[in-house]
């Protein structure tokens, strides 16, 4: 671990070891933890599958095709949402099979939605950036709506509601334990930005709070919060951690290319890592914001 401040070490121990769980996959992505199965759920989306792990059983296919599916997520119901490439929509999983909750926006296919968070309100928050449009991630496609933006299904669903329309490359997201604060990584920009959240979903601010470093492999992509608004975001050489005032405290190496992050285990202490060909975790000392998790305190 590379430790930047003090301050990280009471986050995660400097001594800490990454663990390789699994490995043979295309490009793995979107993990989400399951409190109530123990499981993990995530995406290879050149694969066009949809994996699940646990500690007894390890890894097996979930779903296939996935429709290329990205960030997974959970409703405030418990059900599991996907971020679809192929089919460019948000799906829930019911008994009866996949619906859709979302593919348009103002009577135009949206782009391919990328990642996406649960808010205490039971909205969903998602990215709809360009990547899935490309060929072996969904594509080859044409962009039809004219900007990369971050939207939000309200509760009862119907035309989702277009929130911020100047990104790059919107990405991953989360949201602060109080709901007060969006944080949105653009990949393209290499930065991640801070949007303050009113209780009528105006947003205002979406300043620059971090640059992420460039140099090594990977880049801004999936990001998570511990309950302090510790930030946790994917990027060059594994895993950035910084305050939430944007105060860059230290890096967790990854051998691989990170591209997303999940808190798991039944504490929420550890955080499974998807990257590039391997699945991998790591303990922690910081407490997950997990949005479906069971309440926790700091």
């Known amino acids: 671990m590379n430790v930047i401040d003090q301050r990280v070490t009471e986050l995660v121990d400097p001594r800490v070891e990454i663990e390789l769980l699994a490995d043979g996959f295309v490009f793995a992505e979107g993990p989400v933890w399951s409190f109530r199965d123990s499981h993990l759920t995530f995406s290879d989306i050149p694969a066009d599958t949809m994996y699940r792990w646990n500690e007894r059983q390890g890894v097996r296919e979930y779903r296939k095709p996935s429709n290329f599916s990205n960030g997974l997520a959970y409703d405030k119901d418990g059900a599991l949402i996907a971020c679809e490439h192929r089919t460019r929509r948000v799906t829930r999983e019911t008994p009866d099979g ?69 990104f790059t490359g919107p990405n991953g997201l ?3 334990p109080d709901g007060g604060a969006l944080y949105v990584a653009d990949t393209e920009e290499f930065h991640i930005r801070a949007f303050a959240v009113a209780s009528s979903w105006a947003l205002s601010g979406g300043d620059v709070l971090i640059d992420l470093p460039r140099e090594g492999e990977g880049v801004p992509d999936g990001l998570k919060l511990d309950l302090a608004g510790n930030i946790y975001s994917t990027g060059a050489g594994g895993i950035w951690i910084c305050t939430p005032a944007g105060e860059l405290l230290g890096q967790i190496s990854v051998p691989e290319v990170a591209a997303n992050l999940a808190w798991g285990d039944e504490d929420g202490q ?28 700091a």
């Open 270 to 297: 550890t955080l499974y890592v998807t990257a590039s060909t391997g699945l991998y975790r790591v303990r922690c000392k910081a407490t997950g914001q997990v949005p479906h998790a069971p309440a926790r305190r």
């Open 174 to 176: 989360a949201l602060s």
């Open 98 to 166: 996949l619906e859709t909750i979302v593919d348009t926006y103002r009577g135009k296919r949206l782009n391919a939605p990328n990642d996406i968070v649960l808010a205490s309100d039971g909205s969903l928050v998602f990215t709809d950036p360009h990547y899935g449009l490309g060929k072996g991630f969904g594509g080859p496609a044409e962009q039809e709506q004219p900007v990369r933006g971050v939207y939000r299904i309200p509760p009862s669903g119907g035309e989702p509601e277009l929130l911020v329309a100047d």
